[in-house]
């Protein structure tokens, strides 16, 4: 018994060494699973306004680039609307007495507009967070995009911010289509570079060019059809292998994002449920 | 004599809450946002655990070592990983003081280039960051797939965290 205590004393340190790696490793380990503790990451109340102080000031420095996307995007919106006012004119007189115009249930959503406050590119495993939270409207699953395309997918949220998984992570993958043939492919990010990241699973009868336009597909509910994620920089096929090796320059530049939109699907629930009864049968 | 011992102890106890503090701010406000070429991400908040006096018990300097590297997990998103680096180079420490100083007996310098000498320090500092940057990055990538690339990174960012702590330690008077 005292041989026993002894050793114990002897060697405390040692143990609590052993207890304390045990706990970390334990940490990296549940960090893992896709939801993770709410309380213990970025977008805990005291590390958030600590971000959210030093963002004011970083801010200040890319207000330049922040306000020429705006107007462009400004001028774009425009743009449409004057396109779509036009369409509208010349349709009225033909539905005046048919059935009236609605929208088909998966294109009915609304943006929430939020901001980066914190975001980070040069890791495996990038996390960005956002000032908007529950209260805002802000859920898990849902998409987010900024000025140029998509940004990633709302990881976790508490009620007042939200941690986002973007596109430079490896767990998330995006799928994707090319926007003049619709092909799909799931796109990953290889942890390298922050500009791009590669897309897979496109057979290699589709005819490629450099430069052709990757949207997203519409077929996951996070993001609507048609949103730009990037261009082809450059392709790759061995003759033995069945499908490319692609490499796809990022259409947003996560060194300098700073203002984002999330998309909130009015009929996310529904789509769900019918999903879910779909696979019990 | 007891309060003057009691007196020091004190200072050092402030010295040290105030390098956390300050370590951990610059580290996670400044230091995260660097991101030269997609490769650098200097670590100097290690200086933190460098700068134990030498004698401090060792359990003490391991949870010390623990709660830092939490709060560096917690703002960098990173859970775990950080705290795993910390608590290693916590743990062997005091072998590498051993090995590369003699410390007479009933002394306990805070470690600098002062107390320990030019070459020993540096050769301190340059043992211990690299431990910890080399766990640090393979934690994190948790995978030998993109071994050189992940070795460059760690040279690279290991080069650049010893001259910054080495920077800020020759800057400090005796």
Redesign the interface.
């Known amino acids: 018994m005292n041989n026993l205590l002894n050793f114990l004393i002897k060697y405390?340190?040692v143990f609590?060494?052993l207890l304390?790696?045990i706990?970390?490793?334990?940490?990296?380990i549940?960090?893992q699973e896709y939801q993770?503790?709410v309380f213990?990451?970025?977008s805990?109340a005291v590390?958030s306004s600590?971000y959210e102080m030093?963002n004011t000031v970083?801010e200040f420095f890319k207000l330049r680039t922040a306000n020429d996307n705006l107007s462009e995007e400004n001028t774009a919106l425009k743009n449409q609307i004057i396109k779509l006012q036009a369409e509208v004119m010349t349709l009225k007189p033909q539905t005046k007495d048919s059935v009236h115009f609605q929208l088909p249930p998966e294109l009915e959503y609304e943006f929430i507009s939020a901001k980066v406050i914190n975001c980070?590119?040069?890791?495996?495993?990038n996390?960005i967070t956002l000032n908007k939270g529950y209260i805002d409207g802000i859920r898990p699953d849902m998409g987010v995009i900024g000025d140029e395309g998509v940004v990633g997918i709302v990881k976790t949220v508490n009620t007042k911010y939200s941690?986002v998984i973007p596109v430079l992570n490896e767990k998330i993958r995006i799928n994707c289509k090319f926007k003049k043939n619709n092909y799909t492919g799931p796109l990953q990010w290889d942890?390298?570079?922050?500009r791009y990241a590669n897309l897979n699973d496109i057979a290699r009868h589709v005819e490629l060019s450099l430069g052709d336009t990757l949207v997203t597909s519409g077929y996951a509910s996070n993001f609507p059809e048609g949103i730009p994620v990037g261009l082809i920089e450059d392709f790759r096929i061995s003759p033995s292998d069945s499908y490319y090796n692609i490499k796809v320059r990022l259409a947003v530049n996560f060194?300098t994002i700073s203002h984002v939109k999330v998309i909130k699907y009015m009929n996310y629930g529904e789509q769900k449920a019918i999903e879910a009864t779909a696979e019990e049968n | 004599m007891r309060l003057l011992l009691k007196k020091i102890n004190m200072i050092l106890f402030l010295q040290n809450i105030v390098r956390f503090i300050l370590l951990v701010l610059v580290q996670v406000l400044v230091l995260n946002n660097i991101q030269f070429l997609g490769f650098l991400n200097p670590y100097i908040y290690v200086l933190f655990i460098l700068s134990l006096p030498v004698k401090l018990p060792r359990w003490l300097s391991l949870l010390l070592a623990f709660v830092l590297g939490l709060t560096i997990d917690v703002f960098s998103d990173t859970m775990g990983m950080h705290a795993f680096a910390t608590v290693l180079v916590a743990f062997v420490r005091n072998n590498i003081i051993k090995l590369f100083t003699t410390i007479d007996e009933g002394n306990n310098p805070t470690p600098s280039f002062y107390t320990f000498g030019v070459g020993a320090y540096v050769k301190y500092v340059v043992s211990i960051v690299f431990i910890h940057h080399f766990t640090l990055f393979f934690i994190e990538a948790f995978s030998f797939e993109h071994f050189w690339i992940l070795l460059l990174k760690i040279l690279l960012s290991t080069t650049v965290s010893i001259l910054i702590i080495l920077g800020i330690q020759s800057l400090k008077r005796k």
């Open positions: 405390s340190v609590l060494f304390l790696e706990i970390s490793f334990s940490l990296i549940k960090n993770k503790n213990l990451t970025s805990n590390v600590l030093s970083v980070s590119t040069n890791k495996l495993q996390y941690v942890g390298l570079d922050y060194r």
